[in-house]
């Protein structure tokens, strides 16, 4: 299904490329404006190599480098962009560690997602655990995930490229297996198929029957949500039966302050 890459292009199909960026040392103003350089000099050779391709996708981290341990940014509160794209194709962006959230890949295939991409500049001790779930996030939710890491090293950390792209059936269409910093990792991919596995699939149309358990038996399925942790979350009662045992639960281990701001609604509601 890949088109050997890319190069024989179907009618309804997507070209993908991953750019595998080299991970950039990103220091002074001149810095900045050397890797804004380089990023187009990457779209240029990603259009000259391939010029089927519909889509370049580049890692977390592309413009400003060096990776920071435990990433102490504010969370987003505007939801998951989903937006439409090269013919048709519904597409959305996750960052990183979302993608080990199962529930992230879901809110993009409940909007309509089509198309996942995740970026990220993960390193190495990660590799194992990105495979499995950019698999998983796909065949999850009959969704097709392209999914790429910054590469090589920057001095001080090691990133794995990684590029992955990967069916809605869950089998892996292309990967970036060597390392190699700057490859493009490209495939053609399906968005045409993923609306139609959605529609005619029976066994494993797993988002719909997520709300439909048991339509053989019950009509229309159970349509309930038997799922605790759910009911919690929108209660505001979340807790884990191990919560108090928890160890790391902010950034002081790392040298950063208690936080003491409340996140969204919480905040204004403690403004009152």
């Keep these: 299904m890949s088109g050997l890459g890319g190069l024989n292009k179907s009618p309804h199909g997507v070209v993908i490329g991953l750019v595998q960026l080299q991970l950039p040392v990103v220091v002074t103003k001149a810095d900045l404006a050397r890797q804004t350089e380089r990023i187009v000099y990457m779209v240029g050779k990603a259009r000259r190599n391939l010029g089927t391709m519909d889509l370049v ?15 102490p940014w504010e969370p987003g509160d505007i939801g998951i ?14 960052i990183c560690h979302d993608g080990m959230f199962p529930e992230m890949a879901r809110e993009c295939a409940y909007k ?6 995740r970026t990220a500049g993960y390193t190495a001790p990660i590799r194992d655990s990105w495979r499995f779930t950019n698999q998983a996030n796909a065949f999850q939710n009959l969704m097709v995930t392209a999914n790429v890491c910054m590469c090589g090293s920057d001095g001080s950390f090691d990133s ?17 297996t060597t390392g ?18 959605r529609i005619h699939w029976g066994v494993e149309n797993n988002i719909y029957q997520l709300w439909h358990r048991g339509y053989v038996a019950v009509k229309g399925g159970a349509m309930d949500c ?18 108090e045992q928890v160890k790391v639960t902010d950034g002081t281990s790392c040298g950063f302050r208690v936080p003491t ?12």
């Design 160 to 176: 794995m490229g990684e590029g992955m792209i990967v069916n809605f059936d869950g089998s892996i269409i292309a990967h970036g």
């Design 57 to 71: 996708v580049f890692p977390e981290y592309s413009l400003h480098g060096p990776w920071i341990p435990v990433e």
């Design 112 to 117: 309509g997602a089509e198309i996942m991409i």
């Design 226 to 243: 038997p799922y605790t942790f759910m009911q919690d979350m929108v209660a505001g009662t979340f807790r884990l039966p191990w919560e």
């Design 261 to 272: 701001r409340i996140f969204g609604r919480r905040t204004a509601k403690a403004a009152e």
């Design 81 to 94: 962009p989903v937006i439409e794209g090269p013919k048709g194709a519904k597409i959305a962006l996750i």
């Design 180 to 197: 190699r910093a700057d490859e493009i990792i490209t495939a053609e991919v399906r968005p045409d198929l993923v609306r139609e596995a």
